[in-house]
């Protein structure tokens, strides 16, 4: 059994009602909760929110029925991590033990399914404690990313001995990227944070991982959507 998990919280700073805002035509929601729907590989699927609407919403389409996230999991200060615990346990006591926890972030909506096959690949391959996609970062704190020293003098982030002058020579940084998670559940039980245990980056094209965050992001991921949706991307 491998279950499919998205959060969606109803409140949004940056993009009021972003989460079941309309993009392309369906919910933004959609986008993420129709791959683990359609998956193949997915056996449950469950929606953790505290808007009744997009809970309703998700139940209607074949999420299991949980209930609302609790309240202290529906604040702006809510660790993802507490929100993974809290559905995995909710989803284990209906339908299971699970082999693997897929998260998917509702405000990436730009992903293929072949990315959510790939980091299931991987995951099954490697027995990881968890994989979570990456793209390749733009800046690179060993070659072009800066910082103030005490004076207030810049110097490279990430210095090392005779420099680096060429970014092909720089050390490979990736961007964590909020799109696609694989976790092992018992992993996912008995770990604090993200970073406790082995964990591996599964690399995506960063024009997939784009996160909607503010009003610029939705304009930029909308575009970019409906040039797929034509065919033109």
């Known amino acids: 059994m491998i279950i499919g998990h998205i959060g969606a919280r109803k409140g949004s700073k940056g993009v009021v009602g972003k989460n079941f805002r309309d993009m392309c035509g369906k919910p933004l929601i959609d986008w993420s909760l129709d791959q683990l729907l359609d998956s193949g590989r997915i056996g449950a699927v469950v929606v953790s929110t505290d808007s009744e609407e997009m809970y309703d919403h998700a139940v209607s389409k074949g999420a299991l029925d949980i209930g609302l996230r609790p309240a202290h999991l529906a604040t702006d200060e809510a660790p993802k991590w507490g929100v993974w615990q809290h559905a995995l346990e909710a989803a284990e006591e209906i339908v299971g033990a699970s082999r693997a926890f ?3 972030d509702c405000t990436s909506p730009l992903r293929l399914a072949e990315d959510i096959d790939g980091a299931l690949d991987l995951f099954e391959a490697e027995a990881p404690d968890m994989v979570m996609s990456c793209c390749h970062a733009n800046k690179n704190p060993y070659f072009n990313m800066v910082e103030p020293d005490p004076t207030g003098a810049l ?40 970073y406790d245990g082995r964990v591996i980056p599964f690399v995506m094209p960063a024009e997939r991982c784009m996160d909607v965050d503010d009003p610029l992001d939705w304009k930029i991921v909308e575009f970019l959507m409906k040039d797929r949706l034509n065919g033109t991307a």
């Open 155 to 194: 110097r490279v982030s990430k210095p090392l001995p005779g420099g680096v002058w060429a970014r092909q020579n720089a050390p490979v940084v990736y961007e964590h990227a909020a799109s696609t998670y694989v976790l092992d559940p018992a992993y996912l039980r008995s770990a604090q944070t993200i």
């Open 102 to 104: 897929v998260d998917l």
